[in-house]
């Protein structure tokens, strides 16, 4: 065995350096693919288990190691990304700028579109980042294809259009409208009118699960399942009128932000919401979920954004100075803020918290209303008073699609065939829960080990030394007599072993036992061989 | 200022012609999969929910004997042929694939009792309790047999008179010999008309043989006394012998681990037992409710099916202690004979009602050729079964199986008195000394004593 590893030690030491520095990356990036840690194998009794479980973990180490130098080596594309040198900075780097830089393709992703009779526009995209859909307040509608900019449909509804929502893909969105909210195919035809929600302040697809996420002006959350039409869930708030929602992607948990400060979440099988935090002394003005489900933003009308871990509900930093009207996290995690006619991205490059990465000042007057990052792309979109408007931010999109999880080159025959095995796939609405690791876990026996009796006692002890040595206040007016300070000190001893009167009761039930034994000798002759040998 | 942009341009992405195939790309970041593991134990729900859907057992029944069916035998030289013999002396060939019979081989005049292909697959041996041992030259299937109009009738090419009524045979796996059981062991050669070798057991009935297939001199016997023999045809005594507290019916080796054995016993266990260490049983296989009649192993030896008088066909991992797979028929009666095909994809079932059954041996499983994409999708759902086999909603759909009434009913009492027997038996021991009574393992506890 040692001569073995005498062998194997100056292998290692022989690895030119780049490889060790490859052979660390890579490391980095399986740690990735093997979404947590492996099962404690130690604790396990059944042999056979065991070694199914081992083998097991050993394919997952396998896999995890192949997908690393997949993303290492085979990847076709990589990252965008804006360095500066010495003095210049990324954040003063404008637009036309940019426009210099990039290739032609890319600058045809920068354009204003100028509508200002129906503004102010929301928008949404496609999982896939290939289509985008309009909406424009005044009622105008128009679904767009981002790939060659090609207008597909564009309809007038000729009434309020609070908000837009692609489903579960480019052929079918949903618009809230002054009274109800309703559901249009590719071509603008009307195929439902959903009238139980009543008029509806914002709207939410879970991709998952099929819902369609609601809440009105009354404060009503809706959860309805668009491929049967059932309602779901209707649950009411009870914190009033907002128009603040977002989903959480990582476990489509839904959350309101709410005049009074609180961002609540919520699940359809809940009529209380899961958390309450109170993140902003002013009402909450807008919600973002980082991609990966951990970080939250929000920005409060007190001038300030927030950044919330969602692991342990802890505020991580808050940005002073500028208040957000919409906010967008991209999918590497950029963060998009929009306010006035003013927009401004945030990167956390170093890890240290998020710091200004690129602004953009639209013409003056024209008032940003929301803000989102294209999937798949380097690209922000940006709905405003005035129409809408593409810019470049680079590094801000997943370089590398999946063909089976969202595809910008989807051809009508993969996404019939897609769109079958999302329905197959289709979760129930009780999967929606804040840790969605725990789907598919068993639940920890809920026995908690007794303590055995010599902890009892050790840990009787320790609170008795820490009663004995605890050092008493000063006091005056006779009360520091030492009589009075050793009843005082007493005392507490005696409290401390108070808090073990299980003990106690077993002390007691042991007397009586040796008791019995000992009486056993002036047992009858009859009754002794039912006394206690020893 | 260096700046790079994600620009992908349409040609690169797409197929050039429309004859090419889609290009299609991967990333496995597990960031763009949000709720993987939902999804994933949704698809191990629906695959489990697909299986019990699919799970369409029974191909179909071959009906030809007058009286019930008391034997089989394989063909192990072709695969879709296989031999039934009945209670009232007539033996058939069946074509597994049209479920017609091609052959019949009359002449016994009693109930055939065994029945035994030679490994070559040219010569089949029937014995009975007419106390003849007939041998028969199989036809060579042929493109002819497709002609089903014309039912051919083949004469034996010998016939052997013995003492006693004949109850098994089984022959060798390489070699010219077999073996019958009657009130002893006889060992035949194909050209003798006397047995080459005899055994006699303590006054008692042979009344299962079984060759092992690894050596071809060792053979299993069980008799009707209780005891499971084994034999080396070198010695003139048996080699060892184990005796049970219930007769055993019937005996299959392991053909992938030819030194374990399992034996299909009147309690309706069966018991493994390692060939070369026989004081306990390596595994107690309990689910029927009636005496095993019958039990053949899997070619692959992972699996054996058993036929029982409950009327039910069960299929059981070869180190599992409870069935895979109960099979039933309303019409189905008493079992008497099974096999498990040669591809191990087929069981074959022999009843008291003169039907033969052809059941599949995964219930599930989709016959016929399958397209890699499909076989893809099988693996896919087999896996994700798997790994979530033991959460309980898909454990209860798996395990799921309608059992006839009467099976149903008797698992029920048969669980009220072993919970029972239990129960008395901890209770003698905790009213006894300590170390006096000893509850022993239920692997060792139906066996009386074994000699070596």
Redesign the interface.
């Known amino acids: 065995m040692e001569v073995a590893l005498e062998d194997n030690n100056p292998m290692e030491k022989v690895l030119p350096p780049d490889e060790q520095e490859i052979d660390v990356e890579l490391e980095a990036k399986e740690k990735?693919?093997l979404?947590g840690e492996g099962a404690n194998l130690e604790t396990l009794k059944d042999k056979k288990l065991k070694t199914q479980l081992a083998s097991r973990e050993k394919l997952y180490g396998k896999s995890a190691k192949a997908?690393a130098k997949?993303?290492k080596w085979l990847?076709?594309?990589?990252?965008?990304?804006?360095?500066?040198?010495g003095l210049?900075k990324t954040w003063r780097?404008n637009q036309t700028?940019?426009a210099k830089?990039?290739?032609k393709?890319?600058t045809r992703n920068q354009y204003d579109i100028v509508l200002p009779d129906f503004g102010p526009y929301k928008l949404d995209f496609t999982a896939s980042g290939r289509h985008m859909l309009a909406g424009g307040r005044k009622g105008h509608l128009a679904l767009v294809d981002m790939?060659n900019m090609n207008l597909i449909k564009e309809i007038q509804v000729g009434e309020t259009v609070r908000d837009v929502a692609f489903l579960h893909n480019d052929q079918f969105f949903a618009a809230a409208q002054k009274k109800y909210s309703y559901i249009y195919s590719r071509d603008g035809t009307e195929l439902h009118c959903l009238k139980e929600r009543g008029s509806v302040a914002r709207l939410r697809f879970l991709k998952?699960h099929f819902l369609l996420a609601s809440i009105n002006k009354i404060g009503q959350l809706h959860y309805q399942d668009v491929t049967y039409g059932n309602m779901v869930a209707s649950i009411r708030t009870g914190k009033g009128r907002t128009d603040v929602m977002e989903v959480n992607?990582?476990?489509?948990v839904v959350a309101l932000g709410h005049s009074g400060g609180t961002v609540t979440m919520w699940k359809p099988t809940s009529q209380v919401p899961l958390v309450q935090m109170h993140c902003h002394p002013g009402p909450v003005s807008s919600v973002a979920f980082h991609?990966?489900?951990h970080l939250m933003a929000t920005s409060g009308k007190e001038r300030k954004v927030k950044i919330w871990d969602l692991r342990k509900f802890e505020e991580i930093q808050t940005i002073h100075g500028f208040h957000a009207k919409t906010l967008s996290f991209s999918?590497k995690g950029l963060l998009a803020a929009g306010t006035g006619s003013f927009v401004q991205v945030l990167g956390d490059s170093s890890g240290g918290g998020y710091s200004r990465y690129m602004s953009h000042s639209m013409v003056k007057g024209y008032q940003v209303e929301k803000v989102m990052f294209r999937p798949?792309?380097?690209v922000l979109g940006i709905g405003h008073s005035m129409g809408w408007s593409s810019i470049?931010i680079?590094g801000s999109?997943?370089?590398?699609?999946?063909?089976?999880?969202?595809?910008?080159?989807e051809?009508s025959k993969?996404r019939r065939e897609k769109e079958v095995h999302l329905l197959?796939?289709?979760?129930?609405p009780e999967?929606i829960m804040l840790d969605?690791?725990k789907?598919?876990a068993?639940r920890p026996s809920r026995r908690k080990d007794k303590p055995t009796r010599g902890e009892i006692e050790a840990e009787k002890e320790v609170a008795i030394e820490a009663a004995k040595s605890v050092e008493l206040k000063k006091k005056t007016k006779g009360r520091n007599k030492p009589s009075k300070r050793t009843k005082k000190k007493k005392e507490l001893v005696e409290n401390a072993k108070k808090t073990f009167p299980e003990q106690e009761h077993g002390n007691v039930a042991g007397q009586k036992r040796r008791i019995g034994e000992v009486a056993g000798a002036e047992l009858p002759t009859s009754l002794k061989r039912f006394a206690r040998k020893n | 200022?260096?700046?790079?942009?994600?620009?992908?341009?349409?040609d690169?992405?797409?197929r050039e012609r429309s004859q090419d195939l889609?290009?299609?790309?991967?990333?496995?970041?597990?960031?763009?999969?949000?709720?993987e593991?939902?999804?994933?134990?949704?698809?191990?729900l629906?695959a489990a929910k697909l299986e019990k859907i699919f799970a369409r057992p029974f191909v179909g029944a071959m009906d030809g004997h007058r009286d019930g069916i008391s034997c089989m035998a394989k063909n192990p030289n072709y695969l879709k042929g296989i031999f039934s013999a009945s209670m009232d002396g007539d033996i058939r060939l069946w074509d597994i694939a049209t479920r017609r019979t091609v052959c019949q081989f009359p002449g016994h005049q009693g109930a055939v009792r065994g029945l035994t292909a030679s490994t070559d697959g040219n010569v089949l041996v029937s014995c009975g309790t007419d106390s003849t041992v007939r041998l028969w030259n199989v036809p060579q299937p042929s493109l002819e047999d497709s002609d089903f109009s014309s039912e051919k009738t083949v004469e034996p090419s010998a016939v052997y008179v013995w003492k006693n009524a004949l109850l098994a045979v089984d022959h060798q796996f390489e070699g010219e010999l077999f073996a019958t059981g009657s009130a002893q062991l006889d060992i035949w050669n194909h050209n003798r008309s006397q047995p080459v070798q005899s055994f006699q057991w303590k006054n008692d009935t042979i009344i299962s043989v079984r060759f092992n297939p690894g050596e071809p001199d060792i053979l299993a016997a069980s008799a009707s006394d209780r005891s499971i023999i084994i034999y080396d045809l070198r010695m003139s005594a048996p080699a060892r012998s184990i005796l049970m507290m219930t007769k055993t019916n019937s005996i299959a080796w392991n053909p992938m681990e030819p030194m374990n054995f399992t034996a299909a016993n009147e309690d309706g266990n069966c018991y493994s037992f390692d060939g070369r260490k026989d004081d306990e049983a390596k595994c107690v296989h309990k689910d029927h409710v009636s005496a095993v009649m019958d039990i053949d192993f899997s070619p692959t030896g992972r699996e054996f099916v058993t036929g029982s008088y409950d009327r039910s066909v069960r299929i059981f991992p070869y180190n599992g202690g409870h069935s895979r797979e109960i099979y039933h028929t309303k019409r189905m009666q008493r079992v008497f004979c099974v096999k498990y095909s040669c591809d191990a994809t087929y069981v074959i079932s022999g009843s008291d009602d003169t039907n033969l059954r052809l059941w599949k041996a995964k219930a599930s499983e989709q016959l016929g050729v399958i397209l890699p994409r499909e076989e893809k999708k099988h693996e896919y759902n087999e896996a994700v079964k798997n790994r979530?086999k033991?959460?309980p909603e898909i454990k209860r759909i798996v395990r799921h199986r309608h059992l006839p009434k009467p099976i149903y009913k008797a698992i029920g009492e048969s669980r009220v008195m072993n919970d029972s027997k239990r129960r008395k038996m901890e209770r003698t021991k905790s009213h006894s000394a300590p170390g006096t009574v000893v509850i022993q393992p239920h692997r060792r506890r139906r066996i009386i004593k074994q000699v070596e």
Do not use: C
Request: charged share 25%.
């Open positions: 990735k693919y979404r997908a997949i993303e990847l076709p594309a990589s990252a965008g990304y804006l360095e500066t040198d210049e780097i700028d940019i830089e990039v290739d393709l890319s790939m998952n992607p990582y476990n489509g991609p990966n489900g999918q798949y792309e380097d470049l680079p999109g997943e370089p590398n699609f999946d063909s089976w999880v969202a595809n910008p080159f051809t993969q197959l796939d289709k979760l129930p999967t969605p690791s789907i598919g068993m | 200022m260096r700046i790079k942009t994600i620009s992908r341009s349409v690169e992405f797409t889609q290009r299609v790309f991967h990333n496995f970041d597990p960031s763009l999969r949000p709720m593991k939902a999804v994933e134990y949704q698809r191990a629906t979530y033991h959460l």
